[in-house]
């Protein structure tokens, strides 16, 4: 009998070179040397196997412009510029406060160079990078220390971390919440190694719950500010006079 003619569809996949052999030649070498071999061989799998689904003839022209494409579009930044017509001025989904153009020069004009960024002047030995914070907080604020963190859980977290290992917080059962990003308050707690300890009810909690439940393994009490929840109707919690009173109580 004759031997049938391969399909169209049959052509184009013997078409499809073997990726070891084709990533030897010229066709993807611009992308090897640009975004490392691993990356360029796992873009051309993925690329072939779009061939093999859509029965799409190999072109080496093609494929390396396809391929190119493919890891510069995974490589680029997702980042774009916004308008923000929702009326909220620090929006957190909208890359919160604009920096001003001024303090962004100013840093840039560290950044872009060689600093004592962990490096003491004054004494001409390794320093520490969280002392130039430090420092002008301690000015601003009257605090002891500071840290700087790029939300206000990872601030939390190792706030608890610092103060509170294996040791009780005290919280308020209508503010044990998930925030923005799923960060939730007793995961927080816990992830900080400390020990979680609810007072007070969903909706009413009252300065002598706070005052009750403080014993000699308490080491912090925390307060979850109402930023992106509310309860409203029957309610009750501390006033900030109150809160402040019963804090100096810990502290003891």
Not at 173 to 197: K, N, Y
Not at 214 to 222: F, K, R, S, V, Y
Request: glycine fraction near 8%; aromatic fraction near 6%; hydrophobic fraction near 40%.
């Amino acid at each position: 009998m004759p031997k049938s003619r391969p399909s169209s569809e049959d052509s184009a996949l013997r078409s499809i070179p073997s990726v070891e052999r084709i990533l030897s030649g010229d066709t993807f070498a611009f992308s090897i040397r640009e975004f490392g071999r691993d990356a360029t061989k796992n873009a051309v799998v993925a690329y072939f196997e779009t061939l093999r689904s859509e029965r799409r003839r190999f072109d080496a022209d093609v494929a390396g412009d396809e391929v190119r494409n493919a890891l510069t579009a995974a490589t680029a930044s997702t980042l774009r510029r916004v308008i923000n017509g929702t009326g909220v001025i620090i929006h957190t989904n909208l890359g919160r406060s604009p920096i001003d153009a001024e303090v962004w020069s100013r840093a840039a004009a560290i950044t872009t160079g060689y600093s004592n960024l962990e490096y003491d002047l004054e004494n001409g030995s390794r320093g520490r990078r969280d002392e130039h914070l430090t420092q002008l907080c301690r000015t601003l604020f009257s605090c002891e220390a500071a840290i700087l963190t790029n939300n206000n859980a990872a601030g939390t977290l190792l706030l608890l971390a610092a103060i509170a290992g294996n040791h009780e917080v005290i919280v308020s059962r209508g503010e044990l919440v998930e925030i923005g990003g799923s960060f939730r308050v007793p995961d927080v707690i816990q992830q900080g190694g400390a020990r979680l300890r609810e007072v007070g009810t969903t909706n009413r909690t009252r300065a002598s719950d706070y005052d009750a439940a403080i014993n000699a393994e308490t080491a912090a009490m925390l307060r979850v500010h109402r930023s992106n929840f509310e309860i409203v109707g029957f309610t009750e919690s501390p006033r900030r006079r109150v809160w402040a009173a019963i804090e100096h109580l810990v502290r003891k």
